[in-house]
């Protein structure tokens, strides 16, 4: 029997062998809050980071070797930066990070307009993707083109231009508001969720796409057209069903979700992996980078005879005595 009770920062794997579909679903709830309630981010803002944090998630918890994932867009829009750091460890729960970069006025007229959707927010730009195995190991990224359109669609984009493997995400991110009894006010937390299913089956020839335009063929040529899969037709049209508050719902576990969507079918769990939010920042790390400096940029660094370091990911704020941070050579 599927379980009853949900379980929050959470990833389960799942398998619908007689689909030739694996995917994973996320549900995000203190490790959520903790990154937004660092910040004082405007509400779109905060939901947009939270879209892209859950994406992260999704995809960084595939890596097969303990690495970091990162996830950065820069882009013309009035979020103009995003990024997420994501840390997979196979015997400790998963670490995540998170960071935005904003204009508050462009923020503020695109709510006052009703124009504040993610893709709105973003605007023109790109989204990378990067794979860091270590110090010894080369990086890899991938990127994509944001055009006016949400992480959803960009990462669709990806796995269709880079991956070619057919993928379909789902995130959803949205605000909670409770009272604790009737003496209290409201109380206010984040959640978030995400399903991320691919079609992986055994025959590449059952992988086959239609050839992306080369967009110089000449006029008058027919495009390349295959069949799509009947089993991943399927499996995307399940996905395309699941509604936002299934994803978020504190009362809906993930495997009831998966047993809604793929009863009929047969859906197999995995052993769930844990995801807590937590920076990699620590004093003795911002010491040692503010060593690295001049001392002249040291010098420009002072203000009232400290100087004073606030951590964009989790706003912990570090002040040093210039005694502290002085070169010892």
């Known amino acids: 029997m599927p379980a009853a009770a949900p379980v929050e920062d959470a990833i389960l794997p799942f398998e619908v062998a007689t689909l030739d579909l694996r995917g994973r679903v996320v549900r995000l709830g203190?490790?959520?809050?903790?990154?937004?309630?660092?910040?004082?981010?405007?509400?779109p803002v905060a939901k947009l980071l939270g879209e892209a944090i859950v994406l992260t998630v999704l995809l960084g918890s595939s890596l097969k070797f303990e690495g970091r994932f990162i996830l950065q867009t820069q882009t013309d829009g009035p979020v103009r930066m995003l990024v997420v750091d994501f840390t997979s460890d196979f015997k400790n729960a998963g670490r995540v990070r998170a960071c935005a970069r904003f204009d508050r006025a462009r923020v503020e007229a695109a709510i006052a307009a009703r124009a504040a959707s993610?893709?709105?927010?973003?605007?023109?730009?790109?989204l990378a993707m990067t794979i860091d195995q270590g110090t010894d190991m080369s990086r890899y990224q991938g990127l994509v083109a944001l055009t006016g359109g949400g992480l959803e669609e960009a990462a669709h984009e990806y796995f269709l231009r880079s991956e070619q493997i057919p993928t379909r995400v789902r995130l959803a991110v949205a605000e909670e508001f409770s009272a604790a009894d009737a003496n209290a006010g409201p109380r206010h937390r984040w959640r978030a969720g995400g399903m991320l299913l691919q079609f992986l089956p055994k025959s590449v020839e059952r992988m086959r796409a239609a050839d992306l335009d080369p967009g110089d063929a000449p006029a008058g040529t027919a495009p390349h057209v295959v069949a799509e899969d009947e089993a991943w037709r399927e499996g995307r049209a399940l996905i395309a069903t699941v509604e936002d508050i299934e994803l978020i719902d504190p009362d809906l576990s993930s495997e009831r979700l998966l047993y809604r969507l793929f009863h009929e079918h047969g859906v197999r769990v995995f052993r769930s992996t844990a995801v807590e939010a937590k920076c990699s920042c620590?004093?003795?790390?911002?010491?040692?980078?503010?060593?690295?400096?001049?001392?002249d940029d040291r010098d420009h660094m002072v203000e009232n005879g400290v100087i004073s370091v606030t951590c964009e990911f989790c706003s912990s704020h570090y002040a040093f005595e210039p005694s502290e941070v002085a070169s010892s050579e």
């Open 30 to 43: 203190p490790a959520l809050d903790t990154i937004l309630g660092a910040h004082d981010y405007p509400a």
């Open 118 to 126: 993610a893709g709105e927010l973003l605007g023109q730009g790109h």
């Open 282 to 295: 620590s004093r003795d790390s911002v010491q040692n980078m503010l060593k690295s400096f001049s001392q």
